[in-house]
């Protein structure tokens, strides 16, 4: 016989984000923002004094000691990673053993599922309700009656936008057994993170990430923050050099910024309010049957079934935002003022139409 993929991967396909060109991104949940110039030179001189024959820090020392200064953490509770993205990888595989019981949401990031897929783990979805949020109490349930060992979601979500509190994720680290993964990618945006005493807990890992407030998608950092025994078997089991020098040290100048990324963070939270008045006001105007709550992220949430033609409509003109097939709905990521109102434009003319042609609304 022949080699043959696996069943397991034989109809997999590469993970592609929209093809094409658009003069406005808001389909990723990434910054607005490129680095100011002063970053910039910062950064020139770091290419200029890199050892590029050397293997980078196995423990990215510089690093952790930046983002742990950022976040007020003891370093020795952090680990770094290439991305979030690879620490989910370790966390579905090396971290379990085969056949482990993972809890995920739904509707949630989509990376929990797959990488748990991929490792084999037997996967238990609790189902959010039809305001989208998460029952805390239904959610332990649901831990403690597969006897999971881990249980993982976004807080606040990607891709609702809702939160727990703070209170809520304290309680379900402490009423089940499992190892709780918690998301924290979008928590720069809100105020209900538990990052700081991650490490005070038996059972608890917070993910951190360089990908969205901090807007530093293009080099890869991720970060887990945990008690030391935890920190030390993630740090084991990763690869040795999985976080390149380059990466390490333009993350090590960036997070030491505190200010311009303090500014940068209230202004994206700031235009992403602005954003989700200017669509519930669109929706009043037009009395639509838009489904939307205040969001906890940089990015705004609508459920409606005009999702799949406004998403059309947006890439004609020019416009990437994301759309959910399955939950009928658009996720915008909050842009510059002139992007969100240019967003914001293309939408109204697309209702203003289509109101003309046939009766929109309720
Ligand atoms: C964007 C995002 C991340 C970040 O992933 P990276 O690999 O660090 O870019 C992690 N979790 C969630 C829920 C996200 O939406």
Redesign the pocket.
């Known amino acids: 016989m022949p080699y043959q993929l696996c069943d397991k991967v034989r109809s997999l396909e590469p993970y592609e984000p929209i093809k094409g060109q658009y003069k406005i991104r808001l389909d ?2 990434e910054s607005f923002y490129s680095m100011p110039e002063e970053v910039l030179s910062e950064i020139r001189d770091i290419v200029n004094t890199l050892d590029f024959n050397r293997y980078p820090d196995p423990m990215a020392t510089e690093l952790i000691r930046s983002f742990s200064d950022f976040y007020g953490l003891d370093p020795d509770t952090v680990t770094a ?8 990888y370790l966390l579905a595989s090396a971290m379990l053993k085969k056949n482990s019981t993972v809890v995920v949401a739904d509707p ?2 989509s ?1 929990y599922n797959f990488y748990s897929f991929l490792s084999e783990n037997k996967v238990i979805t609790y189902r959010k309700n039809e305001l989208l949020g998460i029952n805390v109490d239904d959610l332990i349930k649901t831990v403690n009656d597969n006897s999971a060992d881990m249980v993982i979601f ?1 807080n606040p ?2 891709p609702t936008g809702l939160g727990i509190s703070a209170d809520d994720a304290r309680k379900l680290v402490r009423s089940v057994n499992a190892l709780v993964v918690l ?1 924290e ?2 928590m720069d945006f809100w105020d209900q993170s538990i990052l700081t005493e991650a490490s005070s807990y038996d059972n608890l890992i917070v ?1 951190k ?4 407030a901090v807007g530093c ?1 293009a080099i ?3 970060f887990a923050v945990a008690n030391k025994t935890i920190t030390n078997a993630l740090r084991a089991v990763k690869s040795p050099y999985n976080v390149n020098s380059l990466s390490q040290r333009i993350g090590t100048c960036v997070y030491a910024h505190k200010d311009m990324l303090i500014e940068r963070r209230d202004t994206i939270i700031r235009n992403t309010k602005e954003l989700y008045k200017s669509i519930l006001a669109l929706k009043e105007r037009y009395s639509l049957a838009f489904d939307i709550v205040e969001p906890c992220a940089n990015f705004v949430f609508v459920r409606t079934e005009l999702a799949k033609d406004i998403f059309t409509y947006l890439l004609e003109n020019g416009i990437a935002v994301r759309f959910f097939g399955s939950a009928g709905a658009l996720r915008i990521t909050t842009g510059s003022e002139e992007e969100n109102a240019e967003v914001l434009r293309c939408i109204e003319k697309y209702i203003a139409a289509s109101c003309r042609t046939r009766v929109c609304g309720r």
């Open positions: 990723a949940n990673t290439n991305g979030s993205d690879e620490m989910l949630d990031f990376m976004s979500c990607n998301d990618a979008y993910l990430t360089a990908s969205k998608a890869r950092l991720g």
